[in-house]
C-alpha cells in the first residue's frame, strides 16, 4: 500500500508540473494580457504601463516568469492578486466556504436521492417509477442549469415570492435560517444535474449486481430480498459508484460556474470567471493549481476507499 | 443499458439455440408438436402418468406433469411441458440434456427461483408431500437452504466478492434464524472441515478470490449442507472445472451423500459423470423428459433414439492412435525449443514483483498434416502456449521455427506477412465474432487487409461456408443468429480464409455441447485430411484429444511433463502426473466402453447426427 501511494504521489507531481506548464502559457498566448486594460486609461502614459510591467516583472521571458512563479510557489507563496494585492491564498478562502456551503449541499442531496432513485430504478425495473426516473433524468441531463435556474427565479422568486432571487445572505441579516434560506433554490438547481447523473449510473450498476451469480446463490440459500439488497447488492453496486464521488470531489471545492453566476453566489465559481475577466492572472493560476490538486486527490482518496472495502484490491 | 438478469438471459440464449438447432422445420413442427411429443411419452416414459398424486414414503421429491410457460414472442412456448420424475431418498438423479433442454428451469422451478417472466403454468412439486407449485413467497424461502438447497456451476461468480467465506456460510443460518452467533461460528468451521477445506479456522476469515475453483465449489457445498437439508440440487456443479478437481468434487458430492443419506438432484450434460455417479437417470430433450430409469439400465440400453445419440456423442478414450492421412511429403511445420515465458506483476522497484512462469523450456515439432494436443488443467500454461506460438505475447526466451525461420524474435512488422500462415479458433463462439459485423464481413476482413480482392474473399468466404457446412445465407447474417455450433464453425472458416499452415484450436470445443463437439471435431478431421494443415489443438479435455491427435504433450505447470502418442498417454502413462489425469477422466473404465462412441472418417464409419 505505502508502495503504492509513492507511485500516486510521483505520478500527481508530474502531472501537476504539466499542468502549471500549459496553463501558463496558454494563459500567456491570450490576447491582451493584464495591462491591457491601461492602455485606453488617459491617465496612464506608455511609460507608466512599462513601469507597472517592470514593477509586476511581466517584461520577463515567459520561461523566467513561470520559473519564478513554480519557484514561489514551492515556497508557499501563491502570489498576489493584481486586482487588490492581497495574497491569492486569502482571495480563495474568501470564496471557498461560500462554495463548500453551495457544493456540499448539493452534491449530498444528489448522490443521496440519486442513489434511492437508482436503486429502486432497478429493483423495479420497467415500472412506473423506472421509466418517470429515466425520462426525468434525460430532461435533467439535456436542458442546460441557467434555463433551470431562471425558470426557478421566475417561478419561486418572482411568482410566488417564497425565495430570494440571489445572493448568499441579506445584508444586515446573516442568521443561519437566512443563510439557509438563500441556499434551498441554488442548491435544489444544481443537484438536478447530478441527481440525474447519479441516479443513471447507480441504476447500472445496481442492475449489474442483480444479475450476478452470487445473487442467485443468495436466494437459494433463503436469503431474504431485502438483505440481498442490502447485504449483497448495494455494497457491490457501490464500488463503480466510488470512482465517480472521488471526480465529484474536486468539483465541490471549486464551484460551479453558471450556477454561481446565476444566483450572484459569491463562490469559487464566480472568482474564477472575475479574475479571467479582469486578466488576474495570478489569481487564475492559483485557482487552476488548486483544482489540479484537488482532482488528483480526490482520485488519489477514491482509489485508497476502493481498496479498503474491496478485498481483492486491498489484499492483491 | 446493462445486462438483463442472468436467469432471463439464460434462457434467452438457450431459447436462440434452439431455434438455430430446428431452423426451418419450425412452421412444420409447431403445427405437429403435439402429435409427436404424446406419442414420445407413450412409447418411451412409461412413469410419466397414471401415479398416484401422493407419492410414497421413500419419494423425498415428485415432480408431476410440470409444464413452465415461456414470454410470448419465444421459439417454444414451453421452458418445460408435462414433465415427471421421482427423486428417491438417500439417491442420485441425474438429469441429463444439452442446453436449451429445460434441465436448469426445471431445478429453478423447484427451488422457486424462476424469473418473474416465466412462470409455472400447470403440473406439481411434491417436496415431503407437500404441492410448493404456487406456495407463497415467503414460504418458498422458508424452504430453500434449510429443506432444498442448489449448488451452481460457476464457483467464480456464484460467491459475493465483498464477504468472507465464513459469513457466506453463516448467512444460510441467519437467514433461517438458527443458532446464535457463536454456535454458527463454530457450525462454520465445522462444515469447512466436512468438505475438506485445508486450515478451516484461516478459510473461515478469507474473502473468495484467495480460493481456486474447486476449493470455491466446496465453500459452495458446505454453504448448501448448512441446515442439512434433504435435497441437494446440483446445476452442473462440475462442468466449469479441471479434470483432477472434478473428479474431487464428484467424489465429495458422492461422500456427503451416503453419509447424510441425502437425495440429490444432479444436473449435467456429461454422460461420463452421469456413469459416475446416479443411481436414477432423466434424460430432456427440448423441455421434454424422453426417458428415464436407472442409470445401469439408461447407459447400458438407452431406449430412446436421442438418449442414443447423446452417448454416442461422448467423447471417449480410444487407446488407439489415429490412422494418419495419406502420407505425403512430411516437411516440419513447426519446431519449438526451449520456449519460456514468465509473467511478472508488481514493481521491481519495490520489492512486490510476483514471478510465475507460464511456460517453462518448452519443445516439440510439428510435422506437416499433424495434430499436436496439449492437454492440461488450468494455469498449466498451455494457452500461453497458444499465444506464444501466434505471436499475440512476446516470449522471454527459446525460438520458434515456422517452416524453418525462426520467428520468436521477430517484430510484429516483421510477422506480419506470415501472419496468414498460422491461424488461431478460439474457446468461446459467443463472445470470438463481433456482433455487429456479418458473417461475410468478418470472413473477409482479414485476407482483404492482407491484400486480397474483395471479390475473390468474398467467393472464397462462400466457398469455405458451405464447407464447413453452413447454408450459403449465411454469409449475410449476423452471428447472434447461429447457434453455438455454428459459430464455432463460422471461427473456423474465418481461421480457413487464409489457407494457413497450421492451426491453434485453443479449447475450441470446449463451450459446446457433445453432440455439437462430436460434430466439430469431425469437421476439423475432415478439414485436416483435405487440407493438409497442421494443427496444435489446444485442451483441458483429455477424451476430446484422444479423438483428434496424433501425439498428445501434457502439460504442467509450464513444463511438458510427457509426450507421446494417445495410447502411450492413455494405456501407459509414464508420468505420474499424467497418470493422475487420465485416472480422473470420468464415467471411463478403461477399454470396457462399448465402442459406439468413435466417430471420425478414418476411425471407421462414426455416428453422424
Known amino acids: 500500500m505505502s508502495a503504492f501511494l509513492l507511485n500516486r504521489l510521483l505520478q500527481s507531481i508530474v502531472l501537476l508540473v504539466i499542468v502549471s506548464i500549459i496553463g501558463f502559457t496558454v494563459l500567456n498566448l491570450m490576447p491582451g494580457g493584464p495591462l491591457a486594460q491601461f492602455g485606453l486609461d488617459p491617465g496612464m502614459t506608455q511609460k507608466d504601463v512599462e513601469r507597472l510591467a517592470a514593477q509586476l516583472g511581466l517584461n520577463r521571458p515567459l520561461w523566467m516568469q513561470y520559473l519564478d512563479w513554480a519557484w514561489r510557489l514551492l515556497q508557499g507563496d501563491w502570489g498576489h492578486s493584481f486586482r487588490d494585492g492581497s495574497s491569492v491564498l486569502t482571495v480563495i478562502g474568501r470564496h471557498l466556504l461560500a462554495t463548500l456551503l453551495l457544493m456540499g449541499t448539493s452534491t449530498a442531496f444528489a448522490i443521496g436521492v440519486g442513489a434511492w432513485i437508482g436503486i429502486r430504478g432497478a429493483t423495479h425495473r420497467y415500472s412506473l417509477f423506472d421509466y418517470c426516473a429515466t425520462v426525468g433524468a434525460m430532461v435533467a441531463l439535456s436542458v442546460p442549469t441557467f434555463w433551470f435556474g431562471l425558470i426557478g427565479i421566475y417561478i419561486f422568486t418572482l411568482k410566488l415570492g417564497w425565495v430570494p432571487a440571489g445572493n448568499m445572505y441579506t445584508i444586515g441579516d446573516g442568521s443561519i435560517l437566512d443563510y439557509l434560506h438563500h441556499l434551498i433554490l441554488p442548491s435544489l438547481v444544481l443537484s438536478l444535474v447530478h441527481v440525474a447523473i447519479w441516479s443513471r449510473y447507480m441504476r447500472t450498476a445496481t442492475l449489474d449486481a442483480l444479475s450476478q451469480d452470487f445473487v442467485k446463490t443468495a436466494r437459494a440459500k433463503g436469503v431474504s430480498e431485502r438483505r440481498i439488497l442490502l447485504k449483497h447488492v448495494i455494497g457491490n453496486a457501490l464500488l463503480p459508484m466510488i470512482t465517480l464521488a472521488g471526480m465529484q470531489l474536486p468539483s465541490i471545492l471549486t464551484g460551479a460556474l453558471v450556477t454561481e453566476t446565476v444566483f450572484t453566489w459569491p463562490g469559487m465559481g464566480r472568482l474564477f470567471l472575475d479574475s479571467l475577466g479582469y486578466s488576474d492572472y495570478p489569481v487564475v493560476m492559483g485557482l487552476l493549481i488548486f483544482s489540479a490538486i484537488l482532482v488528483l486527490l480526490g482520485n488519489l482518496i477514491a482509489d485508497i476507499v476502493i481498496a479498503t472495502v474491496d478485498p481483492r484490491i486491498r489484499l492483491a | ?609
Not at chain 2, 359 to 384: P, Y
Not at chain 2, 474 to 490: K, M
Request: one cysteine or more; charged letters at 25%; a neutral charge.
Open chain 2, 1 to 609: 443499458m446493462s445486462q438483463p438478469p442472468m436467469e432471463e438471459w439464460h434462457v434467452e440464449r438457450q431459447i436462440v439455440d434452439l431455434s438455430k438447432k430446428r431452423g426451418k422445420a419450425k412452421n412444420r413442427r409447431r403445427g405437429s408438436q403435439q402429435d409427436g411429443r404424446t406419442k414420445l411419452e407413450r412409447e418411451d416414459v412409461p412413469m410419466a402418468s397414471g401415479e398416484p398424486a401422493a407419492a410414497p414414503a421413500d419419494v423425498a421429491l415428485s415432480v408431476r406433469e410440470l409444464s413452465v410457460s415461456l414470454p410470448q414472442g419465444m421459439e417454444r412456448a414451453y421452458a418445460i411441458e408435462n414433465v415427471s420424475f421421482d427423486l428417491k431418498r438417500g439417491q442420485i438423479l441425474c438429469i441429463i440434456g444439452e442446453s436449451g433442454s429445460g434441465k436448469s428451469v426445471t431445478a429453478n422451478a423447484i427451488m422457486g427461483l424462476l424469473p418473474k417472466v416465466i412462470r409455472v403454468t400447470s403440473g406439481a412439486i411434491n417436496l415431503n408431500g407437500t404441492n410448493i407449485v404456487g406456495l407463497a413467497r415467503e414460504k418458498l424461502r422458508s424452504l430453500r437452504g434449510r429443506v432444498v438447497s442448489m449448488i451452481f456451476q460457476d464457483p467464480l461468480s456464484a460467491l459475493n466478492p465483498l464477504m468472507t467465506v465464513g459469513a457466506q456460510i453463516e448467512e444460510v443460518m441467519v437467514a433461517h434464524d438458527v443458532g446464535t452467533p457463536a454456535s454458527r461460528r463454530s457450525r462454520a468451521i465445522d462444515l469447512l472441515i466436512e468438505v475438506g477445506l485445508p486450515d478451516p479456522q484461516l478459510m473461515y476469515h478469507q474473502y473468495p478470490f484467495r480460493l481456486s475453483g474447486g476449493q470455491r465449489q466446496r465453500v459452495m457445498i458446505a454453504m448448501a449442507l448448512a441446515l442439512e437439508p434433504a435435497i441437494l440440487i446440483a446445476d452442473e456443479p462440475t462442468t466449469a472445472l479441471d479434470v483432477t478437481t472434478q473428479a474431487q468434487i464428484l467424489q465429495l458430492i458422492r461422500d456427503i451423500q451416503r453419509r447424510k443419506g441425502m437425495s440429490v438432484m444432479f444436473i449435467t450434460h456429461d454422460f461420463g459423470v452421469v456413469a459416475e455417479i446416479a443411481d436414477h437417470v432423466v434424460v430432456m430433450e427440448k423441455g421434454h423428459c424422453v426417458e428415464q430409469g436407472s442409470a445401469a439400465q439408461v447407459l447400458k440400453s438407452p431406449g430412446h433414439l436421442y438418449t442414443r445419440r447423446l452417448i454416442a456423442a461422448v467423447p471417449h478414450l480410444t487407446g488407439k492412435d489415429r490412422i494418419p492421412s495419406e502420407a505425403g511429403e512430411r516437411a516440419s511445420i513447426l519446431k519449438v525449443e526451449c520456449l519460456a515465458k514468465t509473467y511478472r506483476s508488481g514493481s521491481a522497484l519495490f520489492r512486490t514483483q510476483r514471478i510465475v512462469p507460464a511456460v517453462n523450456g518448452v519443445s516439440f515439432d510439428l510435422t506437416s498434416g499433424r495434430t499436436l494436443g496439449v492437454v492440461g488443467e488450468s494455469g498449466s500454461g498451455k494457452s500461453s502456449l497458444g499465444r506464444l506460438l501466434i505471436k499475440l505475447m512476446e516470449c522471454d526466451g527459446g525460438s520458434i521455427l515456422f517452416e524453418g525461420r525462426d520467428i520468436a524474435g521477430l517484430s510484429e512488422a516483421e510477422f506480419r506477412p506470415l501472419r496468414p500462415k498460422i491461424q488461431m479458433i478460439f474457446q468461446d463462439p459467443f463472445a470470438s465474432l463481433n456482433p455487429r459485423s456479418t458473417v461475410g464481413q468478418i470472413l473477409t476482413v482479414g485476407p482483404v487487409a492482407h491484400g486480397m480482392p474483395y471479390d475473390e474473399a468474398c467467393e472464397r468466404a462462400r466457398e469455405l461456408l458451405s464447407h464447413v457446412g453452413l447454408d450459403a445465407g449465411a454469409f449475410e447474417r449476423y452471428p447472434h443468429e447461429f447457434s453455438g455450433g455454428q459459430r464455432q464453425r463460422v471461427g473456423i472458416a474465418r481461421a480457413l480464409m487464409f489457407k494457413p499452415k497450421l492451426l491453434i484450436a485453443d479449447e475450441a470445443v470446449s463451450a459446446l455441447d457433445v453432440s455439437i463437439q462430436a460434430q466439430i471435431l469431425k469437421l476439423l478431421d475432415q478439414i485436416q485430411r483435405e487440407t493438409g494443415v497442421s494443427m496444435i489443438f489446444i485442451t483441458h479435455d483429455l477424451r476430446v484429444a484422444s479423438q483428434i491427435c496424433d501425439e498428445i504433450a501434457v502439460m504442467h505447470r509450464g513444463q511438458i511433463v510427457e509426450r507421446g502418442p494417445p495410447s502411450q498417454i492413455f494405456l501407459d502413462p509414464k508420468s505420474t502426473y499424467t497418470r493422475e489425469l487420465v485416472a480422473a477422466i470420468p464415467g471411463e473404465q478403461p477399454l470396457s466402453m462399448p465402442e459406439h462412441a468413435e466417430y471420425g472418417g478414418h476411425h471407421k464409419g462414426g455416428e453422424t447426427l
